[in-house]
């Protein structure tokens, strides 16, 4: 199964499998089953029309983004060439357990290969690839 959210005339919308799903179904209210009865629910839907419109980020507007841990040595290189207590980040990168930290909200994030807005005053931006992992509340 694969969902995704697309852009239409009257509002985003996600599909399954390239089929849009009912207007009133979205990510939060999904995330609120366990799995095997999302999956149930989910199988149990009508085949709705071809999904079209642009591909918007795979999130419902009011869900966070949040990371953990860090990432490559080059990062923790850079992070102590722009920092002046570059022992927090060590600390950081020889811990136990990875940091959690807050990336964005849902409204901000955008859909790969769509353009990402940065503030004109930047000087230094370092995009990096990521992996997302989903988790509900009953930790599946």
Not at 69 to 84: K, M, N, P
Not at 95 to 113: Q, Y
Not at 119 to 124: A, C, E, K
Request: hydrophobic residues 45%.
């Amino acid at each position: 199964m694969f969902l995704t959210r697309h852009q239409t005339t009257n509002g985003p919308r996600w599909a399954l499998d390239g089929h849009f799903l009912p207007a009133e179904v979205d990510l939060s209210g999904l995330m609120a089953f366990p799995q095997a009865a999302m999956l149930a629910l989910l199988r149990s839907l009508p085949f709705g029309k071809l999904a079209t419109g642009e591909h918007l980020a795979p999130l419902d507007p009011m869900q966070e983004v949040w990371a953990a841990g860090v990432t490559y040595l080059r990062s923790r290189e850079a992070r102590r060439a722009e920092s002046s207590a570059a022992s927090v980040y060590d600390q950081v990168y020889a811990a136990e357990r990875p940091e959690l930290f807050f990336k964005a909200s849902g409204w901000r994030v955008v859909n790969s290969g769509c353009p990402a807005r940065i503030r004109r005053d930047s000087r230094w931006n370092v995009p990096e690839p990521e992996i997302v992992l989903l988790i509900n509340s009953y930790l599946e």
